[in-house]
């Protein structure tokens, strides 16, 4: 299992803003139905100037089937407002392997 990070510098006073296009694009959702997503969210630092978009994988193959996607940069578009660096497809989350976890 792994787990991606992608760090997001948010424009002062667009943490809520950058939030609702996330939802309204569904891209959570989205990301969360792609095959081998276990888990996906995202956090707002509390100064609201930073968020973390976090998943969870069975593994590299499975991100990598995210990433690779042709319609994953689709969305850029409504982030980039709210963003102090645009993003595009090419940008990845980094990859960590799960070293533990404690089971139900």
Do not use: K
């Given at each position: ?8 510098d948010i ?19 989205t990301s ?34 995210w ?16 963003l ?6 090419s ?14």
């Amino acid at each position: 299992m792994i787990r991606t990070v992608l760090r997001l510098d948010i424009l002062p006073g667009h943490a809520d803003h950058l939030v609702e296009a996330f939802r309204g694009a569904e891209i959570l959702e989205t990301s969360f139905a792609q095959d081998g997503c276990l888990s996906t969210e995202i956090a707002i630092a509390e100064d609201g100037l930073e968020a973390i978009v976090t998943a969870t994988w069975d593994d590299v193959d499975a991100y990598a089937r995210w990433t690779s996607r042709t319609d994953r940069g689709s969305s850029a578009e409504l982030l980039n407002p709210h963003l102090r660096e645009p993003l595009d497809a090419s940008r990845v989350g980094l990859v960590y392997d799960v070293a533990h976890r404690p089971s139900a």
